[in-house]
């Protein structure tokens, strides 16, 4: 709990601060799910949104929303009734949920043989240290989100020498799978634009066949 709990501190000292002082982590304003598919046009949430702790979302009879937590890798089937975001799930009334649990990167779940921290990466010819990543993707083929200004970017393989690879972004959203860019296990990529950067690894058992938008999530 203490390793995880300076794990989370590292990342956020806002929320760092919040939670060591009693304060619940919902203060802290940071997201905790994000919406991977609703089968209605709303004007509240939308495919991809990002959702804070005590978000409510009411669903009609025949509404579906898929949700998946960042912290617990928890994926919520939701049909119908009244959602309430959670930290690592949601409150559900009134309605029925499917859940199961998706590859991603977790303090909460630590998956048996992770071998993300064990990967020794050939030095580039310059002799640079490579920088840590900032999250590890368990997909081949990831989705990288931006801000809706954003048009285009720049990702640049780190540990090997690669042609670089241009990304168009709409409503700034770039999907991989969409332009048929695979990308290679255990490499380490940074995505630009302008002053904002990202540096991703890609797991050693990342899939060509995962779906899951929280698997494949990289947010700069």
Known sequence: M????????????IACVL??????????????????D????????MLMDMLEPGKVILLDANEKLVLSYLMSCRQETITGGKVTVGTDKSTISEGSVVVKVVPCESDMVTASGNEAGAIVFRAPRNDRPLPKPDKTIFSLYPIIK??????????????????????????????????N??????ALYRVTSGNREAVF????????????????????
Request: glycine fraction near 4%; proline fraction near 3%.
């Open 146 to 179: 931006t801000d809706p200004a954003t048009k285009n970017a720049i990702l640049v393989r780190l540990d090997r020498d690669e042609r670089e690879i241009r990304i168009r972004f709409v409503n700034g959203i770039a999907d991989l799978r969409k332009t």
């Open 181 to 186: 860019t695979k990308l290679n296990r255990r």
């Open 201 to 220: 690894l890609i797991h050693a058992k990342a899939k060509s066949s995962e779906r899951s938008v929280l698997s494949r999530f990289v947010v700069f």
């Open 2 to 13: 203490i390793k995880a709990t300076f794990t989370f501190c590292a990342r956020s000292l």
């Open 38 to 45: 609703v089968n209605a046009q709303r004007s509240d949430v």
């Open 19 to 36: 939670l060591l002082s009693g304060v619940p982590l919902a203060a802290a304003g940071e997201p905790s799910a994000i919406i991977e």
